[in-house]
């Protein structure tokens, strides 16, 4: 009875202080884990604001061509110096060849700079004879060209004379056709009238007859009296008559039509004799003008000819000052085989840039060309990025990084791969707030200010051997730890 006793006292015990104890227990449990929070994170800095970063090699043409052919596409993995895109040399092969061809005259022409000096120092004093003859003739040339150009104008004058004339003429004789049309028209508008004069007449002169004939056969019957008959005969004589004079005047209009037509046709070949007058005199102008502008070029050329032997004759006369133009024109020639070599070089600079080979090892993305498209220099055709050179970029918070500095031991988990932890140290701090780097940073000097936590980017590289396997991608997110204590 003790016993039992004493348990129902213990229990009443415990039913009396149970939630006491079950508050102490959290609160230790609370306790204890705090303590292992705090000692768990005691001395390191965490953030998930971070991402594998990493070098884009932009590959971009330097030459203005079409594009032959793309040998690599996005996610292709390309080596250092690997052909990546081919453009058209044509144009540039051609420009090789201008280039060479150009350097092969600047050394012919320095070649003959070289025996140009040669020759001056040993034929300029004999030469002042023939020099001086030179410059006679040309003189003799000269006054000749002048002549002919004087005596080519004359022409010209003549000729414009001639076409003034043929163009009076034909203006005369186009007159006259004019008048001779009007002449045809109006003979042509008698004939009508005439004509219809003797249809008029000879319908009369027919009734006439008829009545006439009606009449006779009535007065030999006695119906009419003899009066009656003279009378009705009389009106178709005058009826016949009438007839005969209108068929003379038709006649006599047709035979004036005839006429008109002829003068027509007369004053029409003295026209056409008139404009071929004026056809022959333009051409003898033309002539004669080409004549002058021909007798001007000899002229001109006469005194081409009289400077040139002027100038030669003034040359012999300064034969240390030739000396040395020749031998400043052999500098000259040195300086432009210079420039033509520079030439060479820079086109076969250019057609080396058709062949667009990879800077660096690594994967293509970005790409933006294609077969057929024309690039200008500095277009960007694709990106090549090294994925064996990677860093993580993690931007914490300014009040994370008091005691960060360069060197400390960093872990990093990639979300890509769970499960899997890389060592890494911090490489360098940024000098710059992420803000301050977008592309439009915050002005707080205006407006309503409210303070928010920057983040500063915090470079960490890898510390250890990347496993086989593992393949690192710009942009992946990633958990960065850097033990700072």
């Given amino acids: 009875m003790n016993e039992e006793g004493r348990y129902s006292g213990i229990a009443r015990f415990a039913r009396a202080h149970r939630r006491p104890i079950v ?35 932009l590959v971009t043409a330097r030459v ?14 390309v080596n ?30 320095a070649a003959a700079a070289i ?75 008698n004939v009508n009238v005439a004509q219809a004069d003797v249809v008029a007449a000879k319908s009369n002169a027919e009734t006439q007859a008829r009545e006439a004939t009606r009449y006779q056969y009535m007065y030999k019957q006695g119906a009419v009296s003899r009066q ?6 009389n009106v178709n004589t005058s009826a016949q008559s009438a007839l005969r004079s209108a068929q003379s005047r038709l006649e006599a209009a047709n035979v004036a039509v005839e006429q008109a037509i002829s003068h027509r046709s007369g004053a029409q070949a003295l026209q056409a004799r008139a404009e071929s007058m004026v056809t022959s005199s333009l051409a003898a102008l033309t002539q004669a003008r080409a004549n002058v502008r021909g007798a001007r070029a000899g002229l001109q050329q006469a005194q081409s000819k009289l400077n040139q032997a002027q100038a030669t004759e003034f040359g012999t006369q300064t034969v240390p000052q030739q000396i040395s133009a020749s031998m400043a024109q052999q500098r000259s020639s040195a300086a432009k085989i210079a420039q033509a070599q520079a030439a060479v070089r820079t086109a ?24 057929g498209q024309y690039v200008q220099p500095g277009q960007a055709l694709l990106a090549v990025v090294p994925l064996n050179d990677v860093w993580v970029t993690a931007n914490f918070k300014e009040t994370q990084i008091e005691h960060m500095k360069p060197g400390q031991r960093a872990d990093i988990d990639v979300d890509t791969y769970p499960g899997m932890h ?64």
């Fill in 228 to 233: 009656q008959y003279e009378s009705v005969a």
């Fill in 80 to 109: 250092k110096g690997e052909l990546l895109v081919e453009l058209d040399r044509r144009d540039l092969i051609q420009a090789l060849d201008r280039a060479q061809a150009d350097l092969a005259s600047q050394i012919a022409q």
């Fill in 348 to 371: 076969r600079l250019n057609l080396s840039y058709t062949r667009v080979k990879a800077p660096v090892t690594g994967e293509v993305v970005g790409r933006n060309v294609n077969p």
């Fill in 115 to 189: 025996s140009q000096v040669s020759i001056t120092q040993h034929t300029a004093p004999s030469n002042a004879g023939q020099a001086a003859a030179g410059t006679s003739i040309a003189r003799q040339g000269v006054v000749t060209a002048g002549a002919q150009v004087a005596s080519a104008e004359a022409q010209v004058v003549s000729a414009e004379a001639a076409v003034r004339a043929a163009r009076e003429e034909s203006r005369s004789a186009e007159t006259n056709v004019e008048a001779a049309t009007a002449q045809v028209k109006s003979a042509q508008q």
């Fill in 422 to 485: 890389f060592r890494g140290k911090v490489r360098g701090i940024g000098a710059a707030s992420g803000e301050r780097l977008s592309l439009l940073p915050p002005q707080n000097a205006t407006g309503n200010f409210v303070k928010v936590v920057q983040r500063i980017p915090v470079r960490i590289v890898f510390d250890q051997p990347i496993p086989r396997g593992v393949v690192f991608r710009v942009g992946q997110n990633v958990i960065a730890t850097v033990y700072v204590r």
């Fill in 23 to 57: 508050i102490g227990a959290v609160v230790l449990v609370l306790g204890l884990g705090a303590l292992v929070y705090w000692l768990l994170g005691r001395g390191k800095e965490s953030t998930d604001d971070a991402q594998i970063n990493g070098h884009m090699v």
């Fill in 64 to 77: 203005a061509s079409h594009v032959r052919l793309v040998r690599v596409d996005d996610t292709d993995r």
